[in-house]
């Protein structure tokens, strides 16, 4: 009889080690939903723009979506919308309060011509998955050649690897570009300035995070704070464009070579509550 039970309990903890790894990252097209591309993890959520949605708005913003920590919910959220095209501006854990336009939105990167951002002509038209698993999720998606300037043109593959138990996620950006021998290139946030309401700036070479209201109210009234940044290893500078939309972190580089950032964001009815705790945060990023 000891044998048996000794036996069952060594099957039971060999039972509990080969179980799979809780799912905490994801990352997917999703062709019922205007071509967007999620990505999330057990903190933080967002999607970029596809082909379905260029004109409305056709731009490399990251569309930044807050949620509380724990599960994952795009999902569940895309499968509302087929209902409710507005389910994920409601609260359900989480939602998308965030405004991008046009814009670099949450953290995407653009080239800087003359003190102006080049956007893509398009959203992105192709992506690759490299890596999927329940622990890490690496894509990489496609922006055709565009032309950036009277003598540039230029595309881009955007590679973007999410992990879990971290605000965020870590972008390797390959420009190959023609007309000139190296490009200034921005990662930055949209400041939202229309909205009155930054409430602090963290501003340092390689470093811009800012702590602000919610900026798309038009579903429903959120009363929390998002913080949201960009950190760029090795930037020349840090600054915020004359118009005053965006926080940008700059540096020169030549065709094909990798411009590496992060851009990260948060909520404050999760576990960062002020803008002191998201700044914290983000300089232990640099």
């Known amino acids: 009889m000891r044998n048996r039970f000794l036996l069952a309990a060594a099957m039971l903890v060999m039972a509990a080690c080969t179980q799979a790894p809780q799912q ?9 939903r205007a071509d967007d591309f999620v990505f999330e993890n057990n903190l933080v959520a967002g999607r970029f723009y596809g082909k379905a949605l260029e004109g409305n708005p056709t731009s490399p913003g ?18 509302g919308a087929m209902e409710d095209p507005d389910y994920y501006h409601h609260n359900h854990g989480g939602k998308d309060c965030y405004k991008v336009a046009v814009s670099l939105g949450g953290g995407a990167s653009a080239p800087l011509i003359d003190g102006r951002l080049c956007y893509p002509a398009t959203n992105y038209r192709s992506f690759d998955m490299l890596e999927e698993t329940p622990q890490k999720v690496v894509f990489v998606l496609h922006y055709p050649q565009w032309q950036a300037s009277e003598t540039v043109s230029v595309s881009l593959d955007k590679q973007v690897t999410v992990l879990p138990d971290t605000y965020f996620c870590a972008v390797e950006d390959r420009y190959t570009f023609s007309g000139a021998e190296t490009l200034t290139v921005a990662a930055g946030v949209n400041r939202h300035p229309a909205q009155e309401t930054l409430v602090e700036e963290c501003l340092a070479p390689g470093l811009y995070a800012l702590w602000e ?42 065709s094909g070579e990798a411009f590496c950032y992060q851009f990260g964001s948060c909520w404050s009815a999760g576990n960062v509550k002020d803008a002191a705790g998201w700044f914290e945060i983000v300089k232990k990023q640099l």
């Open 62 to 79: 990251i569309d930044v979506w807050v949620k509380l920590p724990g599960p994952l919910v795009a999902d569940e959220w895309y499968k």
């Open 213 to 254: 209201h919610a900026s798309d109210q038009s579903i429903e009234p959120e009363e929390g704070m998002l913080g949201v940044a960009v950190v760029v290893p090795g930037a020349s500078e840090s600054q915020v464009t004359p118009d005053g939309i965006h926080g940008i972190c700059t540096r020169v580089i030549r």
């Open 24 to 32: 905490k990252v994801m990352a997917r097209y999703v062709p019922e």
